[in-house]
């Protein structure tokens, strides 16, 4: 028999997927509310039959989230972006989203609410994606100050958007003729890359311990990486010998504004897909992104045995070597 019902909004999603799988493991029957469930079929598979459901729901449409919270025991809010895109606005999606998920959770009488910030989320911040996600947090507090706040540092897993798109990037064919790739800032931006499995484990302890209640966690994983270092084990995990272009943040930003700007058009986003680089993220590498040094963190969720980059990232990143999984590499 199931524990209790948890509903994900936008629970389609990377991180999604790990947290229907952790939560059906403990018992939970799973509720994935999301804009589009018939492109979320796969998301079925993280349990048994029945025990996850796709529910259509849209964070700017109440009646939809309180359809979708209907008899739920806990809500987990996930939905964030990397970029804007369309209707898909930061503050539409990080803080005024943040705000209604948090209304229709109290409204429906949940025991707990997860909400999923960013390492970064702050008021002061240069950075729209930084500001919106410290306003999505303020909300959630005003709300339903019992909520958890889940602050996890870059995500890693098979589908990430980190490693993955700067592996597909060192193999634009134009880099065959000019092996350069930029490196903002010098590469000196420090992170905390946390694999995809253990924010899962975090988002279910958050969810069920009762010492969590109305605090605030940062999600690390177990070694620090500056930029350039994480370029290096690209480069030496897809064996593709590539050079370091130092490009400073003055330079760096007017380029990846414009960017940002082509990539709203919805046909560069059909033919080329996420953007490279946009104005916002070179204002996100300004400051480090790791666990504050007093901040509560996984081990204070229970979750201690941690994946590395190192374990982890190789078993995706062989599809960018030259010759896939059987490549061997020159200097192996």
């Not at 008899?71 to 503050?91: C, P, R, T």
């Not at 803080?95 to 008021?123: C, F, T, Y």
């Not at 990430?160 to 700067?166: A, H």
């Amino acid at each position: 028999m199931a524990k209790g019902l948890v509903t994900l909004i936008g629970g389609s999603g990377f991180i999604g997927r790990y947290a229907a799988h952790a939560l059906v493991r403990a018992g939970w029957r799973v509720r994935v509310a999301c804009r589009r469930p018939n492109l979320a079929q796969d998301v079925k598979v993280a349990g048994p039959p029945g025990w996850v459901d796709l529910v259509q729901a849209n964070i700017r449409n109440p009646a939809s989230l309180a359809r979708a919270m209907d008899g739920a025991d806990i809500v987990v809010n996930l939905v964030g972006i990397l970029y804007e895109a369309g209707k898909q606005s930061f503050e539409t999606t990080q803080d005024e989203g943040a705000r209604a998920v948090a209304q229709a959770a109290q409204a429906a009488g949940v025991s707990r609410l997860v909400h999923m910030s960013a390492i970064g989320a702050d008021a002061d911040s240069k950075a729209s994606y930084a500001r919106t996600k410290a306003a999505g947090e303020a909300a959630v507090r005003e709300v339903f100050p019992e909520a958890v706040i889940l602050r996890p540092s870059i995500v890693f897993g098979p589908e990430d958007e980190f490693f993955n798109k700067f592996a597909s990037m060192a193999c634009w064919p134009i880099l065959h003729f000019v092996p350069i790739m930029p490196l903002i800032g010098g590469g000196k931006t420090r992170f905390q890359p946390v694999y995809a499995g253990d924010v899962a484990d975090a988002i279910l302890a958050a969810a069920t311990r009762e010492d969590a209640a109305g605090k605030t966690y940062e999600l690390g994983g177990p070694r620090s990486y500056s930029f350039k270092q994480l370029y290096d084990f690209i480069f030496e995990t897809t064996d593709r010998q590539r050079l370091k272009l130092p490009v400073p943040f003055f330079a760096a930003k007017p380029f990846a504004m414009l960017v940002g700007l082509a990539f709203r058009i919805p046909l560069t986003r059909l033919v080329f897909g996420a953007p490279p680089i946009t104005g916002d993220q070179v204002d996100m590498l300004r400051s480090d992104n790791l666990v504050s040094e007093n901040a509560l963190t996984l081990a204070d969720l229970g979750v201690t045995d941690l994946e590395s980059v190192e374990s982890i990232v190789p078993t995706y990143l062989w599809r960018f070597r030259p010759y896939g999984e059987f490549h061997k590499r020159e200097n192996a």
